[in-house]
């Protein structure tokens, strides 16, 4: 059975904070994106029509002449507009749906937080409607954009947003947001979170201890993967020792991102005894890629993974890791949620603990 450590200690301002990236709107990647949510009288006016016949044209297009529809669909395109057709319902009364945009839904640590979310919010009349963001810009922008339609009771996402616009979009919705994964200074509204500064200097720690002399590093080359190298490096060089090498992977969706990546590690040519994999998928991956060459885990290369603690458990050999109980953070987010909605005064700001979990591979 795993091993829990120990933890990093329970005062909030013993974490450290995670300076997460800020992208202004002039960088945003996808183009016309917009602030605030345009008006059916905006998009009237710029087609030339009256804002009946914008109505009629998204709503009931027979109605409508295929000229005047085709120019009223021109505009909707160009300015990025959606219609809310949930609006008259919500002036009488609140959404019962609660969104939320998991990362990445072949993740077990995001599935698990969604799931406790849910079992917090359905026993008091409300519904979760998830959606996945993949790590992009793009898909993100389309999400939110999508809840600006749908106008749900609250929104929950398993990360923090960095564009500016996005989180712009998400205030102007006035409807509670619970950020999570990242303990930034400067949430939209409210925040459950950990350290991913930390989460490095943890696993950095862990495997000086363990007699490591070369560690690498696999992770997403933005966002929180940035963040856990920042951390993981920070803590080597105190210790003396060098991060010998580092893979970074921009997209990941399975754990052959995994595989290709430790194979990518070993094709550096780069002498390395163990690796940190601040990504579950990643440390599956590298895990299957490594006994699937018949390397002796952890005897020839250690694997430190980063993840939920139940999924350390489901592997074999059982993966080493640096965990976090996501589980909580769906129920944190799902209690403030409640709070906030009931006219209570909600927590807005918890920061969890990280640990360490001790199985075969590191």
């Not at 005062?11 to 996808?30: G, N």
């Not at 919500?90 to 969104?99: E, T």
């Not at 839904?105 to 799931?115: E, G, N, P, V």
Request: charged share 20%; glycine share 10%.
């Amino acid at each position: 059975m795993s091993e829990r450590l120990g933890s990093m200690v329970n005062d909030l301002t013993a974490h450290s904070f995670d300076d997460v990236v800020r992208i202004q709107p002039t960088e945003a990647t996808a183009p016309g994106g917009r602030a605030k949510p345009l008006r059916i009288e905006e998009v009237a006016k710029l087609a030339g029509v009256s804002p009946i016949t914008v109505s009629r044209a998204l709503r009931n297009p027979k109605l409508v002449s295929v000229v005047t529809r085709e120019r009223i669909l021109a505009v909707v395109q160009e300015t990025n507009y959606w219609s809310n057709p949930h609006a008259s319902a919500l002036r009488s009364g609140r959404s019962s749906i609660v969104a939320v945009l998991v990362s990445n839904l072949l993740s077990q640590q995001y599935t698990q937080a969604a799931r406790a979310c849910a079992e917090v919010i359905e026993d008091h009349g409300f519904q979760m409607l998830v959606g996945q963001t993949s790590y992009s810009y793009s898909r993100e922008l389309s999400a939110i954009q999508s809840l600006r339609a749908l106008r749900p009771a609250a929104v929950f996402l398993t990360g923090v947003i960095e564009l500016e616009e996005n989180r712009q979009m998400l205030r102007d919705l006035n409807i509670p947001i619970v950020e999570s994964w990242a303990n930034t200074r400067d949430p939209i509204d409210m925040l459950v979170a950990f350290s991913n500064v930390d989460a490095g200097r943890l696993a950095a720690s862990y495997l000086y201890d363990r007699g490591y002399k070369s560690p690498a590093f696999i992770g997403r080359g933005g966002g929180r993967g940035k963040l856990r190298l920042q951390g993981f490096s920070q803590r080597l060089r105190e210790l003396g020792l060098d991060l010998v090498g580092n893979v970074v992977v921009d997209w990941v969706e399975s754990v052959e991102d995994g595989r290709k990546a430790f194979r990518q590690l070993q094709a550096s040519g780069i002498a390395f005894d163990s690796v940190f994999c601040a990504n579950d998928l990643l440390a599956t991956g590298s895990l299957i890629e490594a006994v699937s060459q018949g390397l002796s885990i952890p005897g020839e290369v250690g694997i430190l993974g980063f993840g939920d603690q139940q999924f350390a458990m489901s592997l074999s050999p059982r993966m080493s890791m640096v965990a976090v109980d996501t589980k909580q953070i769906g129920r944190h987010a799902g209690a403030m949620i409640l709070g906030r909605l009931n006219g209570e005064e909600a927590e807005g700001r918890v920061c969890l603990d990280l640990s360490l979990l001790v199985g075969g591979t590191a």
